[in-house]
């Protein structure tokens, strides 16, 4: 389509694209009300931030794993609560993060699945990051947010794609809010705005497809200018959709939103800031009311301050960061007790299979590089769980098992014993492939000893001056803890 008139062409169909209305939703969805018609502070327009969120990320993973669930109501458990469950469940009231016992009250007919092993949905997360990486491509800050989320710097692409003029004008998904509701005048600027977001939108589509063909998962998008806005659009309308929403409205948007549902509050600040509020302050827009920014230092600090007040406004300059390679790739397994080494040698057998799996698609996706430490996880009957390593062996399931034993029988586990969880994973990955500015390539060939201070594959701290024994005992702490 000739890109001319575009103002025109934009709004009608910027209008006949927003299809559906909050029903087809969820309980996220602002109220329309008359204070987006006045829609004030406007944000910083110059990103387009993209923002995907897979949904009832654990229970889609089970599903997909046995296909005959798929319209049952299903929730994923660890220890007494449902950290997740599917839509169908929703219906029935079931809710993340509720008590197991509440949930199977609302919908006796749930079906529980243990997702305490994580592999699976590690697995599922870098399937998922390879297909944004592949349609984004190598040059697009991509930004993972814990299992099931990311963010995605599409400024570049989009105006690429408006410079060669390969796009639709169509929305694709839901526009938040329906253009009638937008005041009228839109400036030249508004009009670039919203075709940036129009581009962002059809990258979020072809995105969103890529990750159902590549990984069989629905997930939602948001598209918005900037991280903290594309978070909240992909909120808008659940599951499997996709939401693009305009920033003339996102102030007022975020205004009506609880603070408890801004990005990064969680229950614990919105619980200290009712202490220092006041219960009368429950929204941003309260908060906005109540409060300037240098009184906001005043009671929280300049650090705090600062942050909670661009969040109040909807701004957010913080940066997608590109996520870079997973540290540690790992299989672990809980079970009531191992008591032999009959039992053992079972258990590490199916573990080191899964993990030469793992370590064959890691290879795919960061071609060149290969693990130097193997970590050896270990839990005797409730104690905590240890850990040690060893130098890393060939990738052969064969080798890897017989490390993995080797390991255990040097950290004193004779029988009779009481394990309770094993694990095994790859870490200390070092490039075969020379990367610019660095010198692994040559490190690794020469086995120098190591100058570098070792560093925590699981948080990325460096820890210099470490003894092993201290290392190990980092380690353990941060792999409870994640
Ligand atoms: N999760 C967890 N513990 C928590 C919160 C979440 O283990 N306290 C896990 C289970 C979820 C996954 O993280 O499946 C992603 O969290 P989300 O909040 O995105 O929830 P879902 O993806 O399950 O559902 P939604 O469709 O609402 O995004
Ligand atoms: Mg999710």
């Known amino acids: 389509m000739e890109v001319g008139n575009q103002e025109t062409k934009l709004k009608e169909n910027h209008r006949a694209a927003v299809h559906g209305n909050a029903e087809d939703g969820d309980d996220n969805v602002a109220p329309v009300s008359a204070t987006f018609l006045t829609a004030v502070e406007p944000v910083a327009t110059d990103r387009v931030v993209l923002a995907i969120d897979l949904d009832c990320f654990y229970a889609q993973v089970e599903i997909v794993a046995r296909p005959e669930l798929e319209e049952k109501p299903v929730a994923v458990t660890q220890q007494h609560i449902i950290v997740t469950c599917n839509y169908v469940a929703r219906k029935f009231g079931c809710r993340k993060l ?207 301050a600062a942050w909670l007040w661009d969040l109040a406004r909807g701004e957010d300059r913080t940066e997608v960061k590109n996520t870079i390679a997973t540290k540690i790739v790992s299989v672990e397994d809980s079970f009531k007790s191992a008591k032999t080494w009959e039992e053992v040698h079972n258990l590490t057998l199916k573990l080191c299979g899964e993990l030469k799996d793992r370590l064959q698609i890691d290879a795919e996706l960061h071609p060149g590089r290969r693990a130097s430490t193997l970590r050896v996880v270990f839990r005797k009957a409730k104690r905590n769980r240890e850990s040690r390593s060893t130098p890393f062996p060939d990738v052969e399931v064969n080798a890897l098992q017989h490390a993995m034993i080797h390991v255990l029988k040097a950290s004193g586990i004779a029988e009779p014993f009481h394990l309770t969880l094993l694990g095994v994973g790859a870490c200390n990955f070092v490039n075969l492939i020379p990367q610019p500015g660095t010198s692994q390539l040559m490190d690794f060939f020469s086995r120098k000893p190591r100058t570098r201070a070792p560093e925590c594959p699981i948080c990325n701290r460096s820890l210099p001056g470490k003894s092993n024994a201290d290392l190990n005992q980092h380690i353990d702490m941060c792999l409870e803890q994640s």
């Not at 800050?141 to 390969?166: M, N, P, Q, Y």
């Not at 978070?231 to 693009?244: D, G, M, Y």
């Open 98 to 304: 509720m008590n197991t016992a509440d949930a199977v009250k609302s919908c006796p007919e749930l079906i529980l699945i243990n997702g305490e092993d994580l592999t699976r949905y590690r697995a599922a997360n870098e399937l998922v990051h390879q297909a944004v990486r592949s349609v984004c491509g190598p040059s697009t800050r991509i930004e993972k947010l814990g299992l099931d989320e990311f963010f995605i710097d599409a400024t570049h692409i989009v105006d690429e794609t408006i410079k060669s003029k390969s796009y639709n004008y169509n929305f694709e998904g839901f526009v938040y809010p329906a253009m009638d509701q937008l005041s009228e005048g839109s400036t030249a600027e508004d009009v670039e705005t919203e075709r940036a977001l129009m581009v962002g939108s059809q990258l979020a589509s072809r995105l969103r497809s890529k990750i159902l063909e590549d990984s069989e998962l629905t997930c939602c998008a948001g598209v918005a200018n900037n991280k903290m806005l594309a978070k909240l659009a992909a909120n808008i309308h659940k599951p499997n959709s996709q939401t693009s929403l305009m920033p003339g409205i996102a102030g007022s948007y975020v205004s009506e939103l609880p603070l408890r549902k801004l990005p990064g509050v969680g229950w614990k600040a919105s619980y200290e800031f009712r202490q220092i509020f006041g219960e009368e302050v429950k929204t941003a827009g309260h908060l906005r009311s109540a409060y300037n920014l240098p009184q906001l230092e005043n009671v929280l600090g300049s650090k705090k």
